[in-house]
């Protein structure tokens, strides 16, 4: 009967967001979807094993801070939508040449977070096969960048960012069928009278502390608002970013909550382990995730390939045709490919968009030093430094999950 209530669920919903005309011609849902696809899109199949074998029963407090400190971030890039976008091209300065700067980093960040999607494509199909080898995930991983960027050289990728809205729907249908089938599954548990924490180690040593700075990436995603200029108000993205922020905030909280008594001693860092671990729920679970989880990071692995080839060709002031710009992206990501685990390349992905964040955080310092008579202009001052130091100290001692 569950089985069948999470298939519905997913069915459903995947069907209303993926072809609702209502939807479809919402501005304002293009412009919260696009960052809340990026927010639930990896990290919330990894969050849960990760946070289980590192913290424990601390999950939900943990993935609250990592929400906060994700909140706070997007608030400085919110404050750079409304105050620095406008000055952005008119003349030089310190604000314009961090700005430079954080656009570079986020090319390279982008570079990395291609592979991570793909890696963990690979290691969810393989998953789905029964078998974890890592030389067979990185051949696979290397064949899709191969496709990708030799389509994006070839004729662009604008065919295969089509999908895109469909990967998301499925992926959200998902999200909300297994949300459905751990609340049900908590209520027949305290039901029954063996609903308790489990017991598993729930001390935070700093290697512990260290790996939770590496896991940033399980929230990263709403910095795509800032690049929607095109079809979307400033007022519309600041909006719409701060309510895709609220919402999977909520999401990843809830999920947290209803998954702590799935938390085992037999869990281990593997990325597919959500699988796994959801099988006591529902038996068509690990299946609706599986498929969601390959459509999802294909997806986003393309979103991320054409935004890495249009950052470059930006930054070379489009005199670097955007078909070399894919060249460079497949070379680059298959060396990290071959050089990284999944773990790994999501400790190097958290770094890589802290530093970004560290920019953006530093560019909303110096605008708002410079306006004088900014309200509230000591509080966003200190709010910005306290943000770049976190963001500073994530890209510095950020580690991998073992």
Known sequence: MLNTLILATALLLTLYLAFSRRLAGSSAWKATVTPLASIMGSGFLVSAPLLAITVGNLALFCMAALLLLAFGVGAAIRFNIRYFEPIENSGHGPAQDIAF????????????????????LAAFLLKAFGTEDAFYAHLITTALLLVIGGIGMWR??????????????????????????????????AASGHWQLPDISSAIELHDFRVL???????????????????HSSDERIRTMRLAQLLSSGIYLLFIVLATVLFHGK??????????????????LPILIAVAAIGSQFSAAVADTSGAGGLIEDIAHKKLPVRYAYLAIILITV???????????????????????MLQCTVAFVVAWQRRALPNRRRYLGLFALLTLLCALIFAFGIPSE
């Open 156 to 189: 662009g990728l604008g065919e295969l960012e089509k999908v895109e809205r469909y990967a998301v729907s499925l992926n959200l249908g998902m999200i909300a069928a297994l949300l459905l089938g751990l609340l049900v599954y908590n209520i027949q548990l």
């Open 335 to 357: 060396v990290l490919t071959w050089q990284t685990d999944v773990n790994e390349i999501i400790a190097y992905a958290s770094r890589a968009f802290a530093l970004f964040y």
């Open 213 to 231: 700075l590496g896991l940033l990436i399980v929230v990263q995603g709403f910095e795509t608002s800032r690049y929607l200029q095109e079809g």
């Open 101 to 120: 700067l954080s656009r570079i980093v986020l090319a390279g960040a982008y570079f990395i977070s291609v592979t991570y999607y793909l890696q963990l």
């Open 267 to 284: 869990l281990t860092a593997d990325v597919t382990a959500i699988t796994t671990m959801v099988l006591p729920v529902a038996s068509v």
